[in-house]
């Protein structure tokens, strides 16, 4: 699944993020990586979402967070 | 130059590092609760113990990469031999991220000392930083300063002084949690920053190739790292064949390890995390709510004008009474001391009904930016952003570019430096041609004198109206660019929400001082240039010193002009001339107007009947009113905004066609609202 299919409140494991080289380093240097738990905290339904990932939360357009792609933490 | 010792800062966005920068240097540089503020890299000086000590202020980056304008400005100056210390400023309440850059400038092996900022807002929220611990996981020095509260600055500087030499480094004590390492080499006692075997067996082998071809180079250990990253700016200056060592990129590897130590670190100094966290989220289930968002935030800016208007008003009366008082008591002044009568008429015609005119508005001017500093310092600006994705989107435009607009609404200056947060530059460029059109608060004069000369009771409401008029140009001319240009919106937002937090009166108080000094100095200066100026044109012409100003040749030059401006209601060549004195700042419209009709307390009640008289005995009314309003919210910006405008896109050609496009589109709305209100 991807991000955007994500639920609110529930945390995630990012699996690989496709998106284009510039925008895909700016995500990791904000510390979004391969492995990387992430929280998801709202989700509309049409726009962006707010995320929480390294103790921070973030406002993403709904473009990037299709291109991430997660697998719920089973723990 | 053996005494000059130069020093780095360094931090994240919005980690306080200018306002420190200024706390040493009292230099005024611009800062704002926005990234993107320090784009190229400013200088100041100061000495400590008879050292001079060369400040550097460099942009606030997330890391060293270097795709990005900022990091390349940054990680090229610190690598360079400009600086000796780096001083890594780090928000010590969002410590986890502020790290990351932290162990990229420790692995740069430069001596880096860790100053952490806003102590204040962590003791707030209950949290604790051991600070012993701390300096021993990193091995470097960390001091806790508070550049607001001026507290720490010395001992920094002291650090500075002491830490400049690269060979001393502090010894690191690190628990290694019982992991066994079974790499040749114990890099734990070397390094802040040891990565799993796999990694450090990699970059041994790196470093060995690299002692062999490039012998010379210093921190081979970076650069091995930076290979494994594939690094392009670093492959291209040392080539290097490493095709059996590397066999894709590690940077995800080590981004990710990097944030493993940090954790660990996290873990061991930081006492009572997320204590308050759940605070913020039970306030964002409203504001960002999905369908709540809007609507607050619109009821939010409505409370802001609100408030602007009638607390700003209250307060707007003293200062005229006030104005009143001193105007005649100057007057009288001059005349018992037998000044001649030109002399008498440019102080108290020109400069007292010019700037004073001008400085009954700093009530008003100082709610709105008080009431917008709240809004900025409290952590609600990028909730906004987030709200109003959507529906720029639909625009054409990122939800990242409302924030450029929103502080239009402030001075168009600081919002179209701001749009140098949007990544695109098709984005950048339609912000910037729309950004004026938010009304900025040089305007609000002009739309309180005339509304509440024609409009009565309902003044209020159509000044509101003239900032959703403003929004709604800007909207459909962003609407209709991008349908032009085809360009789809990005949905490409990535913005940091941080944690609220009750704003703090300081940082309030140091905005909204800055506002009112910029406002109080360009009523010093500029406004009083122009209103020094608008005398004389108004009160010499072709026959010498004249005391019928339709004689003056402000009348001659009005005159030419007029025809342009009869078709929108605005053929006065009293008008045309305030327009044009408007260039130089918008609120010269006022005080140019009390020159021209010659009314010195123009605000007050009786100043503004008289004016409402004379404009009334030339055929101005309602409708005319209207339609210079509306004018004077669309047309050319000030100068100031028009070379920030020409300064930020880098063209003389584009910035004059904007100035065309929005002197254009003035024309153009003031014609349609004055037709359509001739028709009531």
Redesign the interface.
Known sequence: MVLKQGIDGRTYRVLSIHIEF??E???????L????RITV??N?????L?VKF???????????ANHIEIAEVTE | MENEIRIGFIGNPNCGKTTLFNAYTGANLKVANWPGVTVEKKEGQTTYQGQTCRLIDLPGI??L?S??MEETVSRECIMSDEVDVIVDVADAS?L??NL?LTLQLIELGKPVILALNMMDIVEARGMEIDLHRLPEMLGIPVIPVSAKRKTGLSILLHAAAHHKDPAKQSPFIHHHHGKVSFHPHNHHEEYAMVYEDYIEDKIDAITEILTEKYPSLPNKRWYSIKYLEQDRSVEKQFPLDLEHVIDRSY??DI??QK?NFIEEV?DEVLVNKSQKEAK??AI?RYL?N?WLGLPIFLAIMALVFFLTFTVGDFLKGYFEIGLDAFSEAIRKCLVSLQTNDMLISLVVDGVIAGVGGILTFLPNIFILFLALAFLEDSGYM??V??VM??IM?RLGL??RAFIPLLLGFGCSVPAVMASRALEHKKDRLKTILITPFMSCSARLPVYVLFSSMFFGKYAMLVCYSMYLLGILVAVTTAFILSRIDGSRS??????????YKSPSAGTIAIYVWEKVKDYLTRAGTVIFAASVIMWAILNFGPSGYVTDISLSFGSCLGRIIVPLFRPVGLGYWQIVVALIAGIAAKEVVVSSCSVLFGIQNITSGHGMAAMTASLASLGFGTANALSLMVFCLLYVPCTATIATIRREVNSRRLTALFVLFQLATAWITSFLVYHISLLF
């Open positions: 510039q925008l380093r700016r995500l990791e240097a904000l510390g990586t391969r492995d990387t905290l709202n509309r339904k049409r726009g962006s707010i390294r103790g921070t939360r973030f406002a993403l357009g709904k473009r990037i | 997330y890391s990469t795709y990005t969002c986890e991220r990351y940077e995800a981004i990710n944030y996290i913020t989220d964002d960002t999905r990028s909730r952003a987030f994705d959507d989107g990122s939800g990005e949905q490409a937002l990535l913005i940091e929400l941080p944690e």
